[in-house]
């Protein structure tokens, strides 16, 4: 299991373009990076994975370089309702899934 | 998409006493999870369930104090016993998605007095 790194905290102002950086440098060949997002009072829900060059979905788009040992979660023009913690986890197959302390994304008006 | 339905939602309970959380998936799942969050943490894992044998529990935490079930490929609970107010905390179960995306139950709010 990929051990990971996040900033703590970020800010960011409503319409913004916000970039969270992952670094996982003991990645293994067939581990994936998974994102999740968790608001107050509720369980983390999936964002975006990916394995290795970007990944886009309707939320957030990942950027994972050749090297792997890192990845950049994007999340275009955030709102207010972005406010959140954000995780990224590292893993392949039937993995167990432990959560670093992710990174506390605050959106301002 | 595989939906976890967990019970209680939130209690408040007297030290000393030992409450059962239950977690319901709506299909067959290998693996599932217990977690504790505590206010303004990350999620800490206390043990992973696999149906027909012992739950694996991470260093910290006991089967004495979190013993888990797992009769099926589809439910699991989760007791913490001999409650003190450090149990106070949110308690989550999750499993993997076929997809491999990892799925929560909404948490289970425990206050202890």
């Known amino acids: 299991l990929a051990k990971t790194t996040q900033p703590i905290s970020m800010d960011s102002y409503e319409g913004q373009e916000v970039n969270i950086t992952c670094s996982h440098n003991n990645i293994a060949t067939n581990d994936y990076i998974t994102w999740y997002q968790q608001f107050p009072s509720q369980g983390p829900r999936f964002i975006i994975q990916?394995?290795?060059t970007k990944v886009t979905n309707e939320v957030a788009s990942l950027f994972i370089p050749a090297d792997r040992k890192s990845s950049t979660l994007s999340l275009p023009r955030v709102s207010l309702s972005d406010t959140a913690v954000y995780y990224c986890?590292?893993?392949?197959?039937?993995?167990?899934?432990?959560f670093g302390r992710g990174t506390s994304l605050i959106v301002h008006p | 998409s595989a939906v976890i339905s967990q019970k209680p939602s939130r209690d408040i309970c007297q030290r000393g006493t030992s409450l059962t959380i239950q977690c319901q998936v709506d299909?067959?799942?290998?693996?599932m999870f217990w977690y504790r969050q505590q206010p303004g943490q990350s999620l800490t894992l206390i043990a992973t369930a696999n149906q027909g044998s012992e739950a694996t529990y991470e260093s910290g935490f006991v089967i004495d104090k979190f013993p888990i079930s797992r009769p099926n490929l589809t439910f699991s609970t989760l007791t913490v016993s001999n409650m003190s107010p450090e149990d106070s905390s949110i308690y989550l179960c999750?499993?993997?998605?076929?997809?491999?995306?990892?799925?929560f139950g909404e948490g289970s709010r425990l206050t202890v007095l």
């Open positions: 299909s067959q799942v290998t693996m």
């Open positions: 990916g394995y290795k």
């Open positions: 986890l590292g893993g392949g197959g039937s993995y167990i899934p432990t």
């Open positions: 999750s499993a993997f998605r076929d997809t491999g995306e990892l799925f």
